[in-house]
C-alpha cells in the first residue's frame, strides 16, 4: 500500500501563484510515476502534470503548460506542483496520485487538496 498526502491548496487571487506539495509513503519502492490530476464537480478528472520516477521526464495537460511546474524531492518520495499565472478556471479539487510498476494506470490516490482561484 501507498499513501499519499497532499497539501498547499487555498484561495489565490487571478494571476496569483500557489505550490501543491504530495508526499508518498509505504511501499514505494515500485514508483514507476507520480502525477498530479484535477476534478471539478460535475466534470471528468483532468491530467494536469505528471513525472516519470527514473529519469525524471516530466508531461503537462494542455491547460497548463507553460504556467505550471512539476517538480520532486527524490529522497523524501514528494513531489511538488508550482502554480503560476492561475486563472479562474483552474479552481478544482487537486489530486496527487502513484503509478507502480505492473500497473495499467495509477494505482493509488491522494484525498485532494482544494484549489480556487477567484477572478
Known amino acids: 500500500q501507498v499513501q499519499l498526502i497532499e497539501s498547499g491548496g487555498g484561495l489565490v487571487q487571478a494571476g496569483g501563484s500557489l505550490r501543491l506539495s504530495c508526499a508518498a509513503s509505504?511501499?514505494?519502492?515500485?514508483?514507476?510515476?507520480m502525477g498530479w490530476f484535477r476534478q471539478v464537480p460535475g466534470k471528468e478528472r483532468e491530467f494536469v502534470a505528471s513525472?516519470?520516477?527514473?529519469?525524471?521526464?516530466?508531461y503537462y495537460g494542455d491547460a497548463v503548460k507553460d504556467r505550471f511546474t512539476i517538480s520532486r524531492a527524490k529522497a523524501s518520495m514528494t513531489i511538488y506542483l508550482q502554480m503560476n499565472r492561475l486563472k479562474p478556471e483552474d479552481t478544482a479539487l487537486y489530486y496527487c496520485?502513484?503509478?507502480?510498476?505492473?500497473?495499467?494506470?495509477?494505482?493509488?490516490w491522494g484525498q485532494g487538496t482544494q484549489v480556487t482561484v477567484s477572478s
Open positions: 509505504g511501499r514505494t519502492a515500485r514508483t514507476v510515476a
Open positions: 496520485a502513484v503509478q507502480m510498476l505492473g500497473g495499467a494506470n495509477y494505482d493509488y
Open positions: 513525472m516519470r520516477w527514473s529519469g525524471g521526464s516530466t
